[in-house]
T-cell receptor, first 112, second 119 residues
Framework: DAKTTQPPSMDCAEGRAANLPCNHS???????VYWYRQIHSQGPQYIIH???NNETNEMASLIITEDRKSSTLILPHATLRDTAVYYC?????????????FGSGTQLTVLP | GAVVSQHPSWVICKSGTSVKIECRSL??????MFWYRQFPKQSLMLMAT?????????EQGVEKDKFLINHASLTLSTLTVTSAHPEDSSFYIC???????????????FGNGTRLTVT
């Protein structure tokens, strides 16, 4: 699975959009980009994933660059509850269950 | 959405005793489940892969005789920490993916973790 690089920490004002970047310059054509977050003392929560196209769901939007070497997770209106560690993970999907490998992630702090 | 339930959410045990942690997929079947461990201020580290009806596979450095895994049904995997010691104190998290819905890219879902403290 391709390696990802994320900033260790970011701050965001409550109510503003939080844009979390992820670099995955060695991504291959069959690797998906997944985003999870972990609120303190809880298990990771799935947010969104994508292959090539931008994706949006009720939680967030995922913007993947055309060359797929980087992506941005967007939380459109951050709340205090969005304070968490956000993990960007790249993984091949082979149709069978495979584990996720977690890096250090980005600690997002939403400020009041 | 897919829900993975872990029990207990926290446990305190004495050194030398064993502790069992359960991981259940509530609304889907999972032939494979994963067990992770997380120490304070660190990321999740995969410990082992639990396979329904067969032996678990362990990551390098994880003692299979100490961390016993049983995956007896399509919805339940258990992790037993045997002869626990204070250094086993950690946050244990399981995850699973719907085996009947292995659509391209379908995500893993995680339990809420079990905080183990060994005194």
């Amino acid at each position: 699975d391709a390696k990802t690089t994320q900033p260790p920490s970011m701050d965001c004002a409550e109510g503003r959009a939080a844009n979390l970047p992820c670099n995955h310059s060695t991504i291959s054509g069959n690797e998906y980009v997944y985003w999870y977050r972990q609120i303190h003392s809880q298990g990771p929560q799935y947010i969104i994933h994508g292959l090539k196209n931008n994706e949006t769901n009720e939680m967030a939007s995922l913007i993947i660059t055309e060359d797929r070497k980087s992506s941005t997770l967007i939380l459109p209106h951050a709340t205090l509850r969005d304070t968490a560690v956000y993990y960007c993970i790249v993984r091949v999907d082979s149709g069978s269950a495979r584990q996720l490998t977690f890096g250090s992630g980005t600690q997002l702090t939403v400020l009041p | 959405g897919a829900v993975v339930s872990q029990h207990p959410s926290w446990v305190i045990c004495k050194s030398g005793t064993s502790v069992k942690i359960e991981c259940r997929s509530l609304d889907f079947q999972a032939t494979t489940m994963f067990w992770y461990r997380q120490f304070p201020k660190q990321s999740l580290m995969l410990m082992a892969t639990s396979n329904e009806g067969s032996k678990a596979t362990y990551e390098q450095g994880v003692e299979k005789d100490k961390f016993l895994i049983n995956h007896a049904s399509l919805t339940l995997s258990t992790l037993t920490v045997t002869s626990a010691h204070p250094e086993d104190s950690s946050f244990y998290i399981c995850s699973a993916r719907d085996s009947l819905n292995l659509l391209k890219g379908s995500p893993l879902h995680f339990g809420n973790g079990t905080r183990l403290t060994v005194t």
